[in-house]
């Protein structure tokens, strides 16, 4: 043992040599018991050792391409040397971390930079997962409005706690968790309904993702900025979700930001912010609704989070950025994501399966739809039949297995795939995405063979949990 280590430390590396084989099992029986039972059915119950950049490797040394990132985690990748040292620094300082009665340098230096890139915002309020940073915004926009009421948007994703699931747009996370808070939902893009919701005088906000995770489907051109003056008119405020898409995923460091004109009250941001190592959140808004929530000292910790501004959270922020400045890497997530769908997008004349491929910068949607052939069409419909969704799990699911590239289907009950990569990847991880998906669409368009082969095992599997 290193002389600098503590008698007593935990020899993690011995605990998983020796306990690591028994993952699944650990999961199963103390954690979600769903989650190991559905990866082995689909044939992800795979077994990482290491992960760097966009890879992870198996005990066998075999590379795995990311095309997920955790979600949207690991902008950066996993293990970003810069990121580490600023983490590794901030523990060796010993720092009097979270004392509650002073003000450290690390949260104002963290607010200062995240505000340089949002002009127009003016205070930060940090807390430790999107979710919070959305609940934070709902209080503090029925705070600064006096009135109970947030729209949203039909499909949207805002998290899974209490209030943000309130304004979920997906009725599956939403059963069984009921009474929620009073909400509207609305179509995105859809002027009048958001009109005549704010015709009954108590709605305090509309919160909207300017790319809707769910389906990867953004915002109509123009539409938020008209959305944003109609709200404005009605003294209502205007909360952008930016917990996905925000710090450089579209290409911009904010998605409204490709938008003239549009100034959000309220910003919520989160996952790639954290550099992929501590948990962060950060809710961006204008001073006069922080002055609204924080009104006297009275009410000076009448918002607060227990982790919120931890320095090594705040550590990995700004190493984030710094990371974000040096590698440039919001402009490479434009500029790969460019080519990325470009290259995509010309593979639907090829593939009649394939049916459209939208989205911006490195938040990619891969769109499949009915085909024309009599042949495709049986199996099709079979698959829709059972369950919508089983078609992209089954391009997913060889993309895994046969080539090692991790992807996601983009929501319940879609036939998207959603691909958020790590915002540092280049054209030769896109070439080799690309070539793979080639290959996994000439087998599903051959209408036999082993993707059919498991397609009928989604449907028995589907027909028999109805």
Same mark, same amino acid.
């Given at each position: 043992?290193?002389?600098?280590?503590?008698?007593?430390?935990?020899?993690?590396?011995?605990?998983?040599?020796?306990?690591?084989?028994?993952?699944?099992?650990?999961?199963?029986?103390?954690?979600?018991?769903?989650?190991?039972?559905?990866?082995?059915?689909?044939?992800?119950d795979?077994?990482?050792?290491?992960?760097s950049?966009?890879?992870?490797?198996?005990?066998?040394?075999?590379?795995?391409? @990311?095309?997920?990132?955790?979600f949207?985690?690991?902008? #950066?990748?996993?293990? !970003?040397?810069v990121?580490?040292?600023? &983490?590794?620094?901030?523990?060796? #300082?010993?720092?009097?971390?979270?004392?509650? $009665?002073?003000?450290?340098? #690390?949260?104002?230096?963290?607010? /200062?930079?995240?505000?340089?890139?949002?002009?127009?915002?003016?205070?930060?309020? $940090?807390?430790?997962?999107?979710?919070?940073?959305?609940?934070?915004?709902?209080?503090?926009?029925r705070?600064?409005?006096?009135?109970?009421?947030?729209?949203?948007c @039909?499909?949207?994703? !805002?998290?899974?706690?209490?209030?943000?699931?309130?304004?979920n747009?997906?009725?599956? $996370?939403?059963?069984?968790?009921?009474?929620?808070?009073? @909400?509207?939902a609305?179509?995105?893009?859809?002027?009048?309904?958001?009109?005549?919701?704010?015709?009954?005088?108590?709605?305090?906000?509309? &919160?909207?993702?300017?790319?809707?995770?769910?389906?990867?489907?953004?915002?109509?051109?123009?539409?938020?900025?008209?959305?944003?003056?109609?709200?404005?008119?009605?003294?209502?405020?205007? &909360?952008?979700?930016?917990?996905?898409?925000? *710090?450089?995923?579209?290409?911009?460091?904010?998605?409204?930001?490709?938008?003239?004109?549009?100034?959000?009250?309220?910003?919520?941001?989160?996952?790639?912010?954290?550099?992929?190592?501590?948990?962060?959140?950060a809710?961006?808004?204008?001073?006069?609704?922080?002055?609204?929530?924080?009104?006297?000292?009275?009410?000076?910790?009448? !918002?607060?989070?227990?982790?919120?501004?931890?320095?090594?959270?705040?550590?990995?922020? #700004?190493?984030?950025?710094?990371?974000?400045?040096?590698?440039?890497?919001?402009?490479?997530?434009?500029?790969?994501?460019?080519?990325?769908?470009?290259?995509?997008?010309?593979?639907?004349?090829?593939? /009649?399966?394939?049916?459209?491929?939208?989205?911006?910068?490195?938040?990619?949607? &891969?769109?499949?739809?009915?085909?024309?052939?009599?042949?495709?069409?049986?199996?099709?419909?079979?698959?829709?039949?059972?369950?919508?969704?089983?078609?992209?799990?089954?391009?997913?699911?060889?993309?895994?297995?046969?080539?090692r590239?991790?992807?996601?289907v983009?929501?319940?009950?879609?036939?998207? *795939?959603?691909?958020?990569?790590?915002?540092?990847?280049?054209?030769?991880?896109?070439?080799? $995405?690309?070539?793979?998906?080639? /290959?996994?669409?000439?087998?599903?368009?051959?209408?036999?063979?082993l993707?059919? @082969?498991?397609?009928?095992?989604?449907?028995?599997?589907?027909?028999?949990?109805?």
């Amino acid at each position: 043992m290193p002389a600098d280590r503590p008698a007593n430390a935990l020899d993690l590396a011995a605990l998983l040599a020796e306990r690591g084989g028994e993952r699944y099992e650990l999961h199963g029986r103390y954690l979600n018991p769903q989650l190991p039972r559905m990866l082995h059915t689909i044939g992800f119950d795979k077994t990482y050792d290491r992960a760097s950049g966009p890879y992870f490797y198996d005990a066998e040394g075999n590379e795995y391409l @990311d095309m997920l990132a955790g979600f949207g985690i690991f902008a #950066l990748g996993r293990h !970003h040397p810069v990121v580490r040292d600023a &983490i590794q620094q901030v523990m060796d #300082l010993d720092l009097p971390d979270l004392t509650r $009665f002073d003000c450290p340098p #690390l949260p104002g230096l963290l607010a /200062e930079q995240l505000l340089a890139q949002a002009p127009g915002l003016d205070r930060v309020f $940090f807390g430790n997962s999107g979710t919070e940073a959305v609940e934070t915004a709902i209080k503090f926009a029925r705070c600064a409005t006096g009135r109970g009421r947030i729209l949203y948007c @039909d499909h949207a994703f !805002h998290g899974l706690t209490t209030g943000s699931l309130s304004i979920n747009g997906e009725g599956g $996370f939403r059963k069984g968790f009921g009474p929620l808070l009073p @909400d509207t939902a609305i179509p995105l893009g859809d002027l009048g309904a958001l009109q005549r919701e704010l015709r009954k005088g108590d709605v305090a906000a509309l &919160i909207v993702e300017p790319i809707q995770g769910k389906g990867v489907h953004a915002a109509p051109p123009g539409w938020l900025r008209a959305a944003q003056d109609l709200l404005h008119e009605n003294k209502a405020l205007l &909360i952008c979700d930016e917990v996905q898409t925000g *710090i450089g995923r579209t290409g911009a460091f904010f998605a409204y930001q490709d938008e003239e004109g549009v100034q959000p009250d309220l910003v919520c941001a989160a996952k790639a912010l954290s550099g992929g190592y501590v948990p962060i959140s950060a809710t961006l808004g204008k001073s006069w609704i922080f002055e609204k929530v924080y009104s006297s000292m009275d009410r000076v910790l009448v !918002h607060s989070a227990s982790f919120g501004s931890n320095a090594q959270a705040m550590a990995a922020g #700004l190493a984030t950025l710094q990371v974000m400045r040096d590698e440039q890497v919001v402009a490479n997530a434009r500029r790969v994501g460019d080519l990325f769908r470009t290259k995509l997008a010309a593979l639907t004349e090829k593939y /009649e399966l394939l049916a459209e491929v939208r989205g911006r910068g490195l938040m990619i949607g &891969i769109e499949f739809g009915r085909p024309r052939s009599l042949k495709l069409r049986t199996g099709w419909t079979a698959l829709q039949a059972a369950r919508k969704g089983l078609f992209a799990q089954m391009v997913v699911v060889p993309l895994l297995q046969r080539h090692r590239i991790l992807t996601q289907v983009s929501g319940d009950h879609l036939e998207v *795939i959603k691909l958020i990569p790590p915002l540092i990847i280049t054209e030769r991880e896109v070439d080799r $995405f690309v070539e793979a998906f080639c /290959e996994v669409m000439d087998d599903a368009h051959r209408g036999s063979g082993l993707m059919w @082969d498991f397609g009928k095992t989604l449907v028995k599997q589907a027909v028999g949990s109805r």
